[in-house]
């Protein structure tokens, strides 16, 4: 096979891989979304306790979304190596852990809901709300967590579509039993928060369906703390990373919140703007672990490498055509989101700098996701808490200087997500490029 055939048919399978891929990072946040719907037609509050809810339930999912990347990780390192009884192996220590993470958190979050509300700043029917739906919620955690580990397990054998099916069907149960509970039944936030847990438990069990045939071949179908220590490890780092990640978000909005009413309101679409575009940018990025960290198990490196580039190349024509979509619509979208021309003009504005900044992320996507199928977690977490140290000293420089708005605002996080591109890019070539260590086994 000659290298441009090869380069195709690799590219063929990306594409092939990242649009289901695409579909499970497009559908987890619509139980979110369904629920916000449905409740913002109940009240105010209801509303207000539901976004307080929602922020304390992504922090608890922080944990399960962890494993899910180092298990998807470990299970194509096996599978590449041949490995099938110790990629099985994996999925089934993964799933314990899971298991035991999320009865430690449903029983913490349903005992501690009240406390945990208040922290968040839930006083009165607000807070009333959020603990009522946070208590129901703390029922489905554990079928989350089992969920998300199975995710893992079956994205590490290159397998995009069953998890789809499931959140696709999930998530269309949700809708129909909320509107049931709360506008049939009238049984308002507690309706919303049931439906959602019915969901989670359903699809809990949908995956557990799916994953059982596969563990039936692990070598070991029990707990077993020196096959879990590898999973438990590699969270760590992630956890680590994903926690410095949410702190320059939710710090970007606590500065824009500073600053005045209608840049809070910009960055708010802006962001939410970005989160969606970053959906199709993040899809390369999960097949690319997987076929990075497969042939790694069978010590191909020089293939990881391909694959790397190939993607690479992929991510740079998607962000440029997803940066000069979102640069022409600045010029016209603005009132789309408001009626407010204070709040369009930093719309626009922030538009603006989102275009430039999304070709850097698309390949600082896709390098983690190369990164992460080289088992490079402690470098993604120490790297993330580094870039989030430069962020700080930016913060207070809008402060201070609050007339850059929303373009100071946004000019930093290109500043962040130009470091990640050129450091994860230096990160890879070590790695995969001559003279780089050997990746025969997984990088601690």
Partial sequence: MTTVSKARQLDRRLIRLAIPALGNLAIGPIYVLVDTAIVGRIGTDQLAGLAIAATVLSLVFISGTSLTYGTTE?????????????????????????????????????VFASPIVSVFGGRGEVATHAVTYLTISAVGIPFV???????????????????????????????????????????GIAGSAWSTVIAQVGAGIWFIAQALPRFGRASHRYPRWVDMVPLLTAGQHL???????????SGSTAVAARIDKPTLAAFQVVGSLFRFVG???????????????????????????????????????????????????SVFSAPLFSNDPGVQSRIAAGMVWLGIALLPAAIAFTYDGVLIGASDYRFLGRAAVGYLGVMIPIAIAILTWPSVGIGGIWAGWLVWLMMRAGVNHVRVQRLLGKGSPSLAQPVS
């Fill in 74 to 110: 470990q299970v194509a390192y096996r599978l590449g190596a041949g490995d099938r009884p110790g990629a099985a192996t994996v999925g089934v220590q993964s799933a314990w852990i899971a298991l035991g993470i999320g009865i430690i958190e449903a029983i913490l979050l349903a």
């Fill in 145 to 187: 967590m089992l969920a998300l580990s199975i995710q893992g397990t079956l994205r590490g054998e290159a397998d995009f579509t069953s998890p789809l099916a499931v959140l696709a069907v999930s998530n269309l149960a949700n809708l129909v039993i909320e509107l049931i509970m709360v506008f049939g039944l009238h049984l």
């Fill in 239 to 249: 956890v680590i990373r994903v926690a410095a990640m949410l702190v320059v978000a």
């Fill in 279 to 329: 959906l199709s940018l993040d899809a390369l990025a999960l097949p690319v672990q997987t076929l990075v960290a497969e042939r790694l198990g069978r010590d191909d490196r020089a293939d990881a490498a391909f694959v790397s580039t190939r993607a690479i190349r992929l991510s740079i024509g998607l962000g440029a055509v997803m940066a000069a979509i979102t640069l022409a619509a």
